[in-house]
Structures are given as C-alpha cells and as structure tokens.
C-alpha cells in the first residue's frame, strides 16, 4: 500500500502539532495560507471507519490548530470538511479533515462549502 498520508512519508517539517492518534499537516502550497489536514496515525480509508477515540483526538487537535491559525494568519472564518469516497471528492484514501482558513479579501469570501449544494446546475436527476 503506498499511502502519502502514512508515516513515515509525512515530512516531519510539515507537521506543526500532533499528538497521540493523530497529527496535522500543513499544506505549505495552499491558495488559502494556513491550509491543512488533520489525519489519523493509523490508515483508515474514511472518517465512518475512525474509532471514537480517533474522533475524540481529531477534535482535540482541531482546537489547537485553529489556535495556532490564530495567531499565525488571523483568518476571519474557517471552512471544515471530511471528503468520504471518490463521489464526494476524496482523492487520498486515508481519511484526513480538511481545515480550511477563510479570509474577508479572497475573491470566494462568503461562498462556504454549500455553496455548491445550493446551484440549480448541480441538481440531481432521477
């Protein structure tokens, strides 16, 4: 299996908090600076095969980083997300969420991530 997000591919200098079951990774090549993901320790192909206690760390650390983002970047809001199965968008099999710095001077200031949800051409036939 050849999975980017497993250590120990993950570059140690990427790496600007962790801890016990799961580490985040800064996505140094954003558009969005501070741009990240957090990912589990261990391989598991999506967030409906995390374990509670993964969730939990997830979680955790996911305050740590927006504080970190912070004082860092000082983003005025954040978008959240977990891309589950090809469909949706999710590219590395590896589940990892996605944090995502949102700033008033960026051109898609205020379109969050419905926004697509919300686009008549993106309606589902039956």
């Known amino acids: ?3 980017p997000f497993c250590p120990p591919k993950v570059n140690d200098n990427a790496i600007p908090l962790e801890n016990e079951l799961c580490l985040f990774i800064d996505l140094k090549h954003s558009v969005l600076q501070g741009s990240g993901i957090i990912v589990p320790r261990a391989h598991r192909e999506s967030t409906f095969d995390l374990t509670h206690e993964e969730i939990t760390a997830t979680f955790l650390l996911l305050t ?3 504080a970190l983002l912070d004082a860092e970047y000082n983003p005025q809001g954040y978008n959240l997300g977990w ?6 968008g999710q ?3 590896h589940a990892h969420l996605h944090v995502i710095p949102r700033y008033a001077s960026e051109p898609y200031a205020g379109k969050g991530i419905r926004h697509w949800v919300k686009q008549e051409s993106n309606r589902r036939c039956i």
């Open 1 to 3: 299996m050849s999975c």
């Open 64 to 66: 740590q980083v927006k």
């Open 83 to 88: 891309n589950c199965g090809a469909v949706a």
């Open 91 to 93: 590219t590395v099999f």
